[in-house]
């Protein structure tokens, strides 16, 4: 232990305080939805996955389950759960036992005859799924090692090889069928136990030789496995791809995996790790057109949703997806549940771990987080299931979820992690007319005192809270939500050569945007936003919405610099590509590779890994010059794993250094025509490695650097 986007350019986005940049993630299934029949036209066309604020459409039928859920349960069990952990005397180790721990693959495959869970007992881990307010459930059908929890006509490495000699995923199937509960696979693109797949892992080279293997003929036998799974079992809820960073996996292979699965089961929801798209553990899909539904954070909860993208956090109850004896460091009760309201607030699923003993039991601690998980979801799950995001950026007391009313009014569910002392429950910022006020956890739902002052709705609450957890207030209120939110912002950059178009944008009713170009506050007589806005010099831009004359929000500022573009460098018979020294060594960040001595340098057509001599532990420095095909504002982007840095002269464009995953950074600045100085480094320590620069300007959608655009003035250009 990546999904379908918008190709959007990045644009400048403010709102009250200092200016910032979106990396814009792009609506997750564009692409690959795009295909004949799907039958919501958005979809096709590329828009947001989820409605626009007031555009009560109905999302895509296949994924209406999946948003109403908000709540499933992770199951990692496999062979791994025999040695618990333990290995050569250490006690750390999780689901990734044979390859952390460097188990010979002879050795592993021992664990086959022990695999016997005397206790397993489907209907029993289904309801406790059921109880805990879980709506689905996803299994590891397989994990990296390569074990089947079900019975396979492609391989003896399953279940029915084992004393148990039961199909798993069978039980468990029929189990969810019956109670309700949608039934779900895992399965990883990676296998270590398969002769085909490649690349092997380094430290079994010597033992274990790639020779003859043929990894199409691995993609064709999990192709048929996958037929198994969406052919035996019944209607299947979710594909969880996992695996996918390798260097063997393509885009290629990912969209026709997707296509592959999806033909088998046309409402099948697939997960964004299906395809190479995913940027580390961040978990969402990089720009560009990927395959898969919905993005996955893994072991995070995102600092803000996603509007129009549909994700899901997978996260442990303690520190291992596989069960490890040894590891006692379970989250409390109090922060899984306030980990599942932060996020359906933010508009996301969580999908929590259990990972079960080798006796087909859960861990006792286990059994009784998902058990007082359930108390509070059979007084609470209403505000979870089926609510969206909230529409407040931020809360005094805790969070907000919410429902839109059948006549178009707006229920909000107040999550009070800290009760106010004085008795009033505070809600800033919201110029709707209360309805209603009541308690989630009475059964009487006694009214509520509520009052306004100023912006702001005060909800009379009793001395003390109903549950120390979370205490749920609901509040219905007039209409959709109407939040004190200053105005948008919105340019392609921050900078600009001879002029610039500025947008203000909300999407509020009935409020008029007025703005002030020379940094003052805006006032009910200052202009109003009425179209794009051209500005010509530097320029501090200011804006507040107003209804009738009063201010109805607070202030937004950004501000955009005129700038000149960086003179190009005459260069005299420049050749083709770049300069290269490749390096080889362990780092955590990028070292000065100008105090190295390299290992071997040369030219290279781009920013090329080829020449590398290893897999892991190695860097390069690339050094040229890039032409700029007219004057403007150029974007820069590094995609990499390990860390890389863009340096145009000697100026740091995109920095995207440290040790991740493959993670995009970006960067901006002006260029005149001409070729300038480009310097690009990257590290890659273990694990997956990619290096790809991109770049958009004038005339020029994001797209890989070209080799044409790439020149060097020979060998001496590295400097050596």
Known sequence: MSHATRDRRPELRTRSGPLVVLILLGALAAASLAQEGDPDPARRAGKPTHP?????????????WWREARFGMFIHWGLYAIPAGEWGGRTDYGEWIRNNARIPLEDYDHFLGQFDPAGFDADAWVQMAKTAGMKYIVITSKHHDGFCLFDSAHTDFDVMSTPFKRDILKELSDACHGQGIKICWYHSIMDWHHPDYLPRRDWEAATRSSEGADFDRYVAHMKNQLRELLTKYGPIGVLWFDGEWEG????????????????????????????VGRGGMAGMTRDGQFAGDFGTPEQEVPSTGFPGVDWESCITMNGNWGYNRHDQDFKSTEELVRMLVDIASKGGNLLLNVGPRADGTFPEESIDRLREIGVWMEVNGESIHGTEASPFEALPFGRCTRKVLDRGDTRLFLHVFDWPVDGNLVLPGIFNAPRRAYLLGDPDRGALPVSRQEDALLVRLPASPRDLIDTVVVLDVAGRPDINEPPEIVADHPIFLGSLEVRILSDRDQVELRYTTDGSTPGPASPAARGPIRIEATTTLRSRAFREGKPVSGVSEGTFEKVKARPPTPLASPRPGLAYEYFEGEWNELPDFDALDPVKSGITPGFDLAPRSRDERFGFLYRGYLEAPRDGIYTFFTLSDDG???????????????LHGAREAQGIVALATGAHPITVTFFERTGGDVLEVRYAGPGIEKRLVPAEALQHRGRGETGR
Do not use: C, K
């Open 52 to 64: 626009a604020p007031g555009d009560r459409t109905p999302p895509l039928t296949r994924m209406d």
């Open 248 to 275: 063997t996996w393509s885009h290629e292979y990912g969209q026709a995996l997707y296509d592959h699965v999806r033909s088998l089961q046309p409402d099948l929801i697939v997960n964004n790790r299906v395809d």
């Open 644 to 658: 890389s840095r863009l340096f145009i002269g000697d100026e740091l464009v995109v920095d995207n250094d440290g």
